[in-house]
C-alpha cells in the first residue's frame, strides 16, 4: 500500500512506520494520524498548532491534565536518587514502600475488612493478569485446583493481555484474537436503557442482573467459579453506570458461593465518580481492586493490585511451599513511576480532589442533560461525577441505535475534531466524556458548547 504523498511530515513517517493501536490499520494508511504535540491543562495541540480540548483525558487517564510541573520534579528528582531498582526476592525501596502505605490508607473497605498488601505492575491490563494468576495460586491454596473459571460481563473492559482480553467483553478483542481462553465466562451487561423492561424499576432490574448471574454460575457449577471481574462503571463498553442495588446483589451472589470479586477501578479509581474510589460511590466491597491510570496521572506507566488479608495469606502460604511466588515484572514498583505517583497522591488530598470532582461533577452531569437529552439524535445521557455519556441513536422513541457499518459515532469524533474537541466513540455509538478532574466549570462549558455545535453538524 503507498501511502499519500506528504513529503517528510510527521503523519508520512507514521503511515510509513508506526503500527497502531487500536486502530483501524488500513484506512489509517489513508487517512494518518493525528500529532499531538504539546499539552497545557485540559488542552492539547496538533503539529499545525491547532488547540483541542481533551474530553477524554487521553484514555481517561490525564487526570492532573497535561502540564503538571510537580509531577515533572518528581521524576526528575526519583531519576537522580535511584533510577532503577526492583522488588524481586524481598529488595525494596522507599517509594516503593511509601506507594504502598498511601494507597492501603486511602483504600475502600474490603470483603472481610480491609486491603492488606499492594502489588505493582505497569499497566491495567497487567494488573488483571496478576489478579487472576493470584486468584488461581490462592485456589491452589485453598485445596481446590477445581476452582478456576473468572467471570466477566457483556461490554466490560479490562485490557488485552490474554487472560485480561478473555475478561472483556468486547467483540474488537475477541473472535479475531482466538479470544477468549476456555473457562472465561460472561455474564449480562447491567445496561437499563437496553435490557431494563417496561414497567421495570431499576431495583428489579439489578435482582433480575442477580439472579442472571446465579443462573451462570447453577450452569457451570460453583465449585468450578473463581472470581468474578467488575468496573464500578464500565468505561470503554459506554459508560454503563450499574442501576440502583446491582452492586449489592451481585455480591450477595457471589459470596454465597464462596466466590471473589475483583474490582476494576483503572478508570474509577481516584475521584472520577466523585468518591474516592466507584467503589465507594457503589457498595462494592472487594476482595481485590486494580487501579492504574489516574495513579500517576499516566505520565509515567504504573498500576495497583491490592488484596485483603484473605488473599494475601493464601498467597504467602503457597508461596512458603513453593520457595517463591513466581510472579513479577522487571518493572514492578520501578522507583520513578511510583515518585510521580505518590506526589500524584498528595496533590490530590492538597485540592481536595474529590470535592472538586463532586462540585464540578454536578455542573457537568447537570449541563450535559440539560443541553442534550432532547436533542433528535441522543437516545441516552448518564453518568456520575466526571464521567459521563451521550449515546447517539437512530430512533428515540424505539431505542434503536444506528446500524455500526454507518460509524456515525466515528462521524462526530471527526467534526468534534474541527471543532477543538478530541472524543471518543464506544460501544453503540456511546461518545464518553472523562475530562481531566482539574476541570473548571467554565472549560466544562466551552467543552459543551464546542460538543454541541459538532452534534448539531451531524444532525
Ligand atoms: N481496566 C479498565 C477498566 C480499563 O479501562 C483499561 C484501559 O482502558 C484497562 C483495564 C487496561 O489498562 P491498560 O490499557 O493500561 O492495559
Redesign the pocket.
Known amino acids: 500500500m503507498t501511502p499519500p504523498p506528504m513529503g517528510n511530515s510527521a503523519a508520512a513517517r507514521d503511515i510509513a512506520s508506526v503500527l497502531h493501536p487500536y486502530t483501524d490499520l488500513k484506512a489509517h494508511q489513508e487517512t494518518g494520524p493525528l500529532v499531538i504535540t504539546r499539552g497545557k491543562g485540559v488542552r492539547v495541540y496538533d503539529d499545525q498548532g491547532k488547540e483541542y480540548i481533551e474530553t477524554v483525558a487521553g ?3 490525564a487526570a492532573l491534565g497535561f502540564d503538571n510541573e510537580r509531577l515533572v520534579q518528581a521524576a526528575v528528582r526519583q531519576m537522580r536518587a535511584l533510577p532503577f531498582y526492583h522488588g524481586f526476592t524481598g529488595r525494596s525501596h522507599e517509594p516503593m514502600i511509601q506507594l504502598a502505605e498511601m494507597l492501603l490508607e486511602r483504600a475502600p473497605a474490603a470483603h472481610g475488612g480491609r486491603m492488606s498488601k499492594v502489588f505493582f505492575a ?7 493478569d496478576t489478579a487472576i494468576k493470584m486468584i488461581w495460586y490462592a485456589n491452589n491454596a485453598w485445596g481446590r485446583p477445581q476452582k478456576k473459571k473468572i467471570i466477566g460481563r457483556v461490554r ?6 490474554i487472560a ?1 482480553a478473555s475478561v ?1 467483553g468486547q467483540a474488537a478483542n475477541h473472535k479475531a484474537f482466538d479470544v477468549p481462553l476456555p473457562g472465561f465466562i460472561h455474564t449480562m451487561c447491567p445496561t437499563y436503557y437496553h435490557a431494563g423492561l417496561p414497567g421495570e424499576t431499576e431495583e428489579a432490574f439489578s435482582a433480575r442482573c442477580a439472579e442472571e448471574l446465579e443462573k451462570l454460575i447453577l450452569a457451570e457449577g460453583p465449585e468450578t467459579i473463581a472470581a468474578m471481574f467488575a ?1 464500578p462503571i ?3 463498553g459506554g459508560v454503563v453506570v450499574p442501576p440502583r442495588g446491582y452492586f449489592p446483589a451481585i455480591q450477595k451472589v457471589l459470596r454465597k458461593y464462596d466466590i471473589l470479586l475483583v474490582a ?5 479509581g481516584f475521584g472520577r465518580t466523585g468518591n474516592y474510589w466507584g467503589s465507594q460511590t457503589y457498595d462494592i466491597e472487594p476482595d481485590i481492586l ?1 487501579c ?2 489516574a495513579l500517576s496521572s499516566s505520565y509515567l ?1 504504573i ?1 495497583a493490585v491490592m488484596v485483603n488479608e484473605r488473599v494475601f495469606e493464601a498467597l504467602a502460604t503457597k508461596s512458603h511451599e513453593i520457595g517463591t511466588f513466581g510472579h513479577g515484572f522487571t518493572y514492578s514498583g520501578h522507583p520513578v513511576p511510583a515518585a510521580v505517583a505518590i506526589e500524584t497522591l498528595k496533590i490530590y488530598d492538597e485540592i481536595d480532589i474529590v470535592g472538586h470532582v463532586r462540585e464540578v461533577g454536578a455542573h457537568f452531569q447537570a449541563e450535559l442533560r440539560r443541553r442534550f437529552h432532547e436533542h433528535p439524535l441522543v437516545g441516552e445521557v448518564r453518568g456520575i461525577g466526571l464521567i459521563g455519556a451521550v449515546e447517539l441513536v437512530e430512533d428515540r422513541e424505539a431505542r434503536r441505535n444506528f446500524d455500526p457499518a454507518r460509524k456515525v459515532g466515528a462521524k462526530l469524533v471527526k467534526i468534534a475534531e474541527a471543532h477543538g474537541l478530541i472524543c471518543r466513540a464506544m460501544v453503540l455509538d456511546s461518545i464518553g466524556f472523562s475530562p481531566p478532574l482539574i476541570i473548571t466549570k467554565p472549560e466544562i462549558d466551552e467543552m459543551l458548547d464546542r460538543f454541541g455545535r459538532a452534534l448539531d453538524e451531524l444532525a
Open positions: 484514555l481517561w487517564c505497569n499497566s491495567g491490563s497487567e494488573a488483571n466490560g473492559y479490562h485490557g488485552i493481555t485480561a472483556t468496573e464500565q468505561g470503554a476494576d477501578e483503572v478508570i474509577c486494580v492504574a491510570k506507566p498500576s
